[in-house]
């Protein structure tokens, strides 16, 4: 993926990363995590995120209470720890807190989607086209058929001489 952000950079291109995450804690917080978690690896790569928009448009309160996704009555972290239990270290952390405050003790798994294809589609669509014109697909597909013609005729002059 960096290579590929470095890559179209190099060209003139604004890079963007397109996030849809779970509706809980770490859902949420991993955006704040992606620029430094790609920072580590850029003596590596070559490449720094300094330019690199990062877009969190993953499941939120209203996407989730339209489309009657279904709710967990959990904050179970992948240890299997809950957050919503007063003895977790982190629960009286102030993300942990305002979650609460704000959902209370449940959360919502992105794979929810499935359950409404066409909105979950609708929703990928809209956050694409924050950073794609509706038209590129078929601008692409407009220059593609000029060099394919291109091509073609190059083809049929070669095969002509022969």
Same mark, same amino acid.
């Given at each position: 993926?960096?290579?590929?952000?470095?890559?179209?950079?190099?060209?003139?291109?604004?890079?963007?990363?397109?996030?849809?995450?779970?509706?809980?804690?770490?859902?949420?917080?991993?955006?704040?995590?992606?620029?430094?978690?790609?920072?580590?690896?850029?003596?590596?790569?070559?490449?720094?995120?300094?330019?690199?928009?990062?877009?969190?448009?993953?499941?939120?309160?209203?996407?989730?209470?339209?489309?009657?996704?279904?709710?967990?009555?959990?904050?179970?972290?992948?240890?299997?720890?809950?957050?919503?239990?007063?003895?977790?270290?982190?629960?009286?952390?102030?993300?942990?807190?305002?979650?609460?405050?704000?959902?209370?003790?449940?959360?919502?798994?992105?794979?929810?989607?499935?359950?409404?294809?066409?909105?979950? %589609? #609708?929703?990928? &669509? !809209? /956050? +694409?086209? @924050?950073?794609?014109?509706?038209?590129?697909?078929?601008?692409?597909?407009?220059?593609?058929?000029?060099? %394919? #013609?291109?091509? &073609? !005729? /190059? +083809?049929? @002059?070669?095969?002509?001489?022969?």
């Amino acid at each position: 993926m960096m290579r590929r952000f470095k890559m179209w950079e190099a060209r003139g291109k604004q890079c963007v990363l397109l996030y849809c995450g779970d509706h809980d804690l770490g859902g949420l917080q991993i955006s704040d995590f992606l620029r430094s978690n790609i920072a580590g690896l850029a003596i590596a790569v070559g490449w720094t995120p300094d330019n690199l928009i990062i877009d969190r448009f993953g499941l939120d309160y209203d996407f989730i209470e339209a489309n009657n996704l279904t709710w967990i009555d959990n904050l179970e972290t992948s240890s299997g720890k809950n957050l919503a239990d007063p003895k977790h270290p982190d629960y009286s952390k102030p993300y942990v807190q305002n979650y609460l405050k704000r959902f209370g003790a449940r959360r919502v798994e992105a794979n929810a989607l499935v359950a409404r294809p066409r909105a979950g %589609r #609708e929703f990928f &669509r !809209q /956050a +694409i086209l @924050r950073y794609v014109p509706e038209s590129a697909i078929s601008d692409y597909r407009r220059k593609l058929d000029v060099e %394919r #013609e291109k091509l &073609r !005729q /190059a +083809i049929i @002059r070669r095969m002509a001489r022969d």
